[in-house]
């Protein structure tokens, strides 16, 4: 039976969680202490379709562990990290990497420098690459009346993508454990080349629009008609250049023709295809991560002026954000949910 440690409880970690355990594994959870209890009385998730949410799926944990001795008191085949790109940083890695040894470790972050960072830690054979390929967020949102039919459904909901499989890519001995864990439970994979490089594409064509749609008070009506659309297209286009020029390849034909006009025509399908309310979900989950927003933003700027490419709307994109706590360079403490 193959033991997995998951580093964080939050949508992320219970969705992947819930998959691995239903293949067989025996799933863990490493969190601090004032979830612990939260945390061990398990898990409801909903699998969300057109039509409303699922009946619960649940699970329990096999263990809740907060400590790094813990973490070491235990055999580890596989080592999860699922927390935000700002949570990553801070000397907690090291600890981790003293306690689970030779474990596998599987990242999900997707930061442009989370790759390089990780491997500040652990050794490249030790480490597989992991691109989210759901959405996953706690249910019922916010803005969710108390009449629909869905508001007494709590825990998380998730949403996987049609016909886009999980993508994993690493050292080839690694690889075959993770992906046969997750297929174990049913859960599309696929082998990828570069999933750092993958990741890295998406979020530069992501993270702009959703810094644009912040200052556009989550309204995908007042992004289409902003007068920083033109701004945040050409944003998106600076950070494709510098994620080109970091992993050394051209721009495929959709980062080529990205343009303010492709984007008016395609938002208003977005929302009317999501099975949930899409505004409610991008500010819930977006402004739970806006310091991971701002850093990223503030990534691609450095690189970019590291690299000498023209990162002029990407700065002008981040000085219209308001600073929120914890959307500076870096952070110290233990993993948290």
């Given at each position: 039976?193959?033991?997995?440690?998951?580093?964080?409880?939050?949508?992320?970690?219970?969705?992947?969680?819930?998959?691995?355990?239903?293949?067989?594994?025996?799933?863990?959870?490493?969190?601090?202490?004032?979830?612990?209890?939260?945390?061990?009385?398990?898990?409801?998730?909903y699998r969300s379709r057109r039509?409303?949410?699922?009946?619960?799926?649940?699970?329990?944990?096999?263990?809740?562990?907060?400590?790094?001795?813990?973490?070491?008191?235990?055999?580890?085949?596989?080592?999860?990290?699922?927390?935000?790109?700002?949570?990553?940083?801070?000397?907690?890695?090291?600890?981790?990497?003293?306690?689970?040894?030779?474990?596998?470790?599987?990242?999900?972050?997707?930061?442009?420098?989370?790759?390089?960072?990780?491997?500040?830690?652990?050794?490249?054979?030790?480490?597989?690459?992991?691109?989210?390929?759901?959405?996953?967020?706690?249910?019922?949102?916010?803005?969710?009346?108390?009449?629909?039919?869905?508001?007494?459904?709590?825990?998380?909901?998730?949403?996987?993508?049609?016909?886009?499989?999980?993508?994993?890519?690493?050292?080839?001995?690694?690889?075959?454990?993770?992906?046969?864990?997750?297929?174990?439970?049913?859960?599309?994979?696929?082998?990828?080349?570069?999933?750092?490089?993958?990741?890295?594409?998406?979020?530069?064509?992501?993270?702009?629009?959703?810094?644009?749609?912040?200052?556009?008070?989550?309204?995908?009506?007042?992004?289409?008609?902003?007068?920083?659309?033109?701004?945040?297209?050409?944003?998106?286009?600076?950070?494709?250049?510098?994620?080109?020029?970091?992993?050394?390849?051209?721009?495929?034909?959709?980062?080529?023709y990205f343009s303010a006009w492709?984007?008016?025509?395609?938002?208003?399908?977005?929302?009317?295809?999501?099975?949930?309310?899409?505004?409610?979900?991008?500010?819930y989950q977006f402004q739970k991560?806006?310091?991971?927003?701002?850093?990223?933003?503030?990534?691609?700027?450095?690189?970019?002026?590291?690299?000498?490419?023209?990162?002029?709307?990407?700065?002008?994109?981040?000085?219209?954000?308001?600073?929120?706590?914890?959307?500076?360079?870096?952070?110290?403490?233990?993993?948290?949910?």
């Amino acid at each position: 039976m193959t033991k997995v440690l998951i580093v964080g409880a939050g949508a992320v970690g219970q969705v992947y969680g819930h998959y691995l355990q239903r293949g067989g594994a025996e799933v863990s959870f490493f969190v601090k202490e004032k979830y612990k209890e939260e945390c061990e009385k398990g898990f409801s998730l909903y699998r969300s379709r057109r039509v409303g949410l699922s009946a619960p799926e649940t699970f329990k944990a096999e263990l809740i562990v907060t400590d790094y001795a813990d973490v070491a008191a235990q055999q580890w085949d596989q080592v999860w990290i699922a927390v935000a790109s700002t949570d990553l940083r801070g000397d907690w890695l090291g600890l981790l990497k003293d306690a689970i040894g030779e474990a596998t470790l599987v990242m999900l972050q997707p930061d442009l420098d989370d790759k390089d960072y990780i491997l500040g830690f652990f050794p490249a054979k030790q480490v597989v690459y992991g691109l989210v390929n759901f959405l996953s967020y706690q249910t019922p949102l916010p803005d969710m009346p108390s009449h629909h039919p869905d508001f007494d459904k709590k825990g998380v909901a998730y949403l996987l993508l049609p016909m886009m499989p999980a993508e994993f890519s690493g050292d080839p001995d690694q690889l075959p454990g993770v992906l046969d864990a997750l297929a174990d439970g049913r859960f599309p994979v696929k082998i990828q080349q570069n999933v750092p490089r993958i990741y890295a594409d998406r979020s530069a064509m992501m993270i702009p629009l959703i810094a644009l749609l912040e200052v556009n008070t989550w309204s995908i009506e007042r992004l289409r008609n902003s007068d920083m659309l033109d701004t945040s297209v050409d944003a998106v286009r600076e950070a494709l250049d510098v994620v080109a020029a970091k992993f050394h390849r051209p721009l495929n034909l959709t980062e080529k023709y990205f343009s303010a006009w492709w984007l008016k025509i395609g938002l208003p399908f977005i929302r009317w295809l999501s099975p949930m309310d899409v505004e409610s979900y991008l500010k819930y989950q977006f402004q739970k991560t806006a310091g991971q927003t701002r850093f990223m933003l503030q990534h691609f700027i450095l690189e970019g002026e590291k690299e000498g490419r023209n990162v002029q709307s990407l700065q002008a994109l981040l000085d219209r954000l308001p600073m929120v706590a914890g959307s500076d360079m870096g952070q110290d403490g233990a993993p948290v949910v």
